[in-house]
């Protein structure tokens, strides 16, 4: 989308969008469609458009979908209500909104969202992902059914129908779209926020994810009706999420992966707190605990993450077991506490060939070229023997991989890449035999096997995605794999306290005159609809109904 430069400094429209992400860009649409003016302001060059939805696996969360029920999966309101609410934990008194946000999300989640993501072209890959699977109680964390439906095309398919209706009030002179403005405050004006003022930057040639420089040439001032935030987390930003680290997690890794680009800073999280605005769960978070170092980086500390079947076992840094239910794609924030009470900010897979082949995707839209470029004939290969081509890259290339013939050659490769930590190879060694010796029956005390015995009762974890059990040190199976697996920095559940109308909240609770929030920035929607944990596929779902909900209250309100 073409930036249209700046004709002076100061500029009036209906709206001013802060964000060109996924959610400023649902609510930019949405602002159109009622025949707003709206100016889209994005500190990025044009090369960055859509921000992270475009690098997404495009995941998204739906409830007793047509792709469920194909499946055999009976899906229900009460049912994902029962796994939201177990997840989310709520407890504190600022959870008021984030708890209607958590119940009208499910509600969309439920009902309209499809549908209206079906008018807009979007399609679904046929088979559900079960992430998130928990392995506790019924009222405890955790999915208790296949609710990760993949878009046709993964994040940008997902962007592109906003992106097309934006560039048509372009076209159309609705939109002003000012890429490289920075904003620095918003302007209050007798308490109520009237627009925006920042700098200026330095056209950038950087490519999408690439640093830009901040170097400015000139300054701006932008008044509106209302403002929309939509500027997203603070993933990129170490210093702030190690400043706000939850002690409940331990304490705060000293080596961290960006799962993030350097420009999903938080900045607009302060600004807006100084225009009147109130920031609550800043301490909840979400991070991955299966990073590995991308081998062809594109931002500082690019890490990528692995999305696991449950089959590989998990060790800690020094060889231990995880204990149940700790098992890979079961319960994300349990095992990154457990991980750090070690006293090490690292982890190990060990696994098989046979294992990588079935089990192993990575999350990304760039890391699937099969889902994303919409090609079949390369992702019929993904029923076939081998692994998918990117994930034979970073075994192949990848600085945490070691492949081995043997236990006693894999566990010297896993010594090597982590001299600092002495691993105990006997106890390694015993926990595989062990776990091997579990499998010479149809039956077993260990609740992993247990676990990957029950995946396969679903359809399309037996079709594409559980490796069906086998003994690891069995040759047939090998090479053996181990994977190190660092801390991967992701997404924001706290922000801006909003109101099911998108307007954000002051301390007193009362709207933040003409000022609104939505995506990342707004914990999702609500100041945190996810409360301590996600089910998955709920982030850009997030963002589509809070972005939704924000331009459709604009438009209704001016």
């Not at 964390?141 to 934006?166: E, K, Q, Y």
Request: with cysteine.
């Amino acid at each position: 989308m073409s930036a249209v430069p700046p004709s002076s400094s100061s500029a009036e429209a209906d709206a001013i969008v802060v964000g060109a992400g996924l959610a400023g860009l649902v609510a930019t649409a949405e602002l159109v469609a009622a025949g707003k003016r709206v100016i889209l302001v994005e500190q990025e060059p044009a090369s960055s458009l859509g921000g992270q939805a475009w690098w997404s696996f495009g995941g998204l969360f739906l409830v007793d979908s047509p792709e469920q029920r194909r499946l055999g999966v009976h899906d229900s309101s009460e049912l994902a209500r029962q796994d939201w609410f177990g997840s989310a934990g709520f407890d504190r008194d600022e959870d008021y909104w984030p708890r209607r946000w958590a119940e009208a999300y499910l509600d969309f989640a439920a009902g309209d969202k499809r549908a209206w993501l079906h008018e807009r072209g979007i399609r679904f890959f046929p088979v559900v992902g079960w992430a998130e699977r928990g392995g506790y109680t019924a009222l405890e964390h955790g999915n208790s059914v296949p609710r990760f439906h993949i878009v046709w095309g993964t994040g940008p398919a997902l962007l592109a129908p906003f992106i097309a209706r934006v560039r048509a009030g372009v076209a159309s002179g609705h939109v002003t779209a000012l890429h490289r403005h920075q904003v620095d405050d918003l302007v209050v004006t007798g308490g109520t926020v009237t627009g925006v003022r920042g700098g200026v930057l330095a056209p950038s040639p950087a490519a999408r994810g690439a640093a830009s420089s901040r170097d400015r040439v000139g300054e701006f001032e932008l008044a509106a009706s209302a403002v929309i935030v939509t500027s997203g987390g603070i993933g990129g930003n170490h210093d702030l999420v190690r400043a706000q680290w939850p002690s409940r997690l331990g304490a705060a890794p000293e080596h961290l992966l960006s799962g993030v680009p350097a420009h999903v800073d938080g900045r607009m999280l302060g600004i807006s707190e100084r225009a009147g605005a109130r920031l609550i769960n800043g301490d909840r978070m979400w991070h991955y605990t299966e990073g590995i170092e991308h081998w062809d980086p594109v931002w500082a500390a690019h890490g990528i993450r692995i999305l696991p079947g449950p089959s590989s076992l998990w060790l800690d840094a020094t060889g231990k077991r995880l204990p149940a239910p700790l098992f890979p794609g079961f319960d994300t924030l349990g095992t990154l506490e457990h991980i750090l009470g070690t006293g090490h900010d690292h982890s190990w897979f060990v696994l098989t060939q046979k294992i990588i082949e079935k089990e192993f995707a990575l999350s990304g839209s760039e890391q699937n070229p099969d889902l994303t470029g919409k090609d079949l004939a390369l992702l019929a290969k993904r029923v076939t023997p081998g692994a998918p081509g990117p994930v034979e890259a970073f075994k192949a290339k990848g600085a945490d991989f070691v492949v081995a013939g043997t236990l006693h050659e894999l566990l010297a490769g896993m010594q090597r890449r982590s001299p600092e930590v002495r691993l105990d190879f006997a106890r390694i060694e015993r926990e595989i035999r062990a776990r091997d010796r579990e499998l010479d029956n149809d039956f077993t005390k260990d609740a992993q096997i247990t676990a990957i015995r029950q995946a396969r009762h679903y359809r399309g974890d037996r079709l594409i995605r559980v490796a069906s059990p086998h003994k690891l040190l069995d040759p047939k199976n090998g090479p053996l794999i181990a994977v190190k697996l660092h801390i991967l920095t992701r997404k924001s559940l706290g922000g801006i306290e909003t109101d099911l109308f998108a307007r954000a909240l002051g301390p007193d609770g009362q709207p933040v005159p003409g000022l609104y929030a939505a995506g990342e920035a707004s914990g999702f929607g609500g100041g945190g609809m996810h409360g301590y944990r996600s089910l998955e596929g709920t982030f850009l779902g997030g963002c589509l109904f809070s972005g939704r909900t924000a331009g459709r209250a604009v438009a209704a309100a001016l």
